[in-house]
């Protein structure tokens, strides 16, 4: 089989996600005999087409459930009870396996604040919607773009998207310990 074709790659991704659920990124690349980069590409597209979700090293099939909009996103904030968008969710998860999510990155790093054991802490970037460990990455707080709790924290992967996002919607940039600092003292005051 010829899968050299981008689209005949992902229709054998897909299925080879239908046999088994989650794949690697190793695994696609070994069975495609492509590169690392053009198997992201691929996985990219099928997230972007809804097919799969990326997890960290490689991909899930989307479930029935998760394709007609069931998912896992609680209904409401665990700090402000606010209905949780998937553009904004932040999923939280402790040591002991169990998820807690807050609606926005606002509520999800205060809520981190209080609580020991956590395993994992993950935002989508707000420019390119992939999930973003938080303790990785980039905060706009205070900017024009009020989507949320205030003052509005907004998520980035990347210091350079952050700094982009900064100079036409203001605000201020920092790194995840900068903002939980700066969170924690302004509801203090």
Sequence with gaps: ?????????????????????????????ARLNVSAMTV?????????DGLVR???????????????????V??????????VSPRTVFTITLDDGRKE??????????????????GSALTPDFIYGRMVNVFRAWFVVGSDAQLCCV??????ARNNDAQKFQQGFHGEVMD???????????HMN
């Design 101 to 118: 999510t807050a609606c926005c990155a606002h509520c999800g790093i205060l809520r981190l604040s209080q609580l020991d054991g956590v």
């Design 176 to 186: 995840f310990t900068a903002v939980q600092q700066y969170l924690i003292q302004s």
């Design 54 to 72: 990326k997890v960290h090293g490689g991909a899930k099939l989307v479930t029935a459930e998760a394709a007609s909009g069931e998912t896992t």
């Design 74 to 83: 609680s209904p409401s904030c665990v700090m402000c009870n606010t209905a």
């Design 40 to 48: 992201h590409r691929d996985l990219d597209k099928l997230a972007a």
């Design 1 to 29: 089989m010829d899968i050299s074709i981008p689209n005949r790659r992902q229709a054998q991704i897909v299925a080879w996600l239908q046999e088994n659920d989650t794949l690697t990124i190793k695994e696609l690349v």
């Design 151 to 156: 003052p509005s924290t907004l998520c980035f």
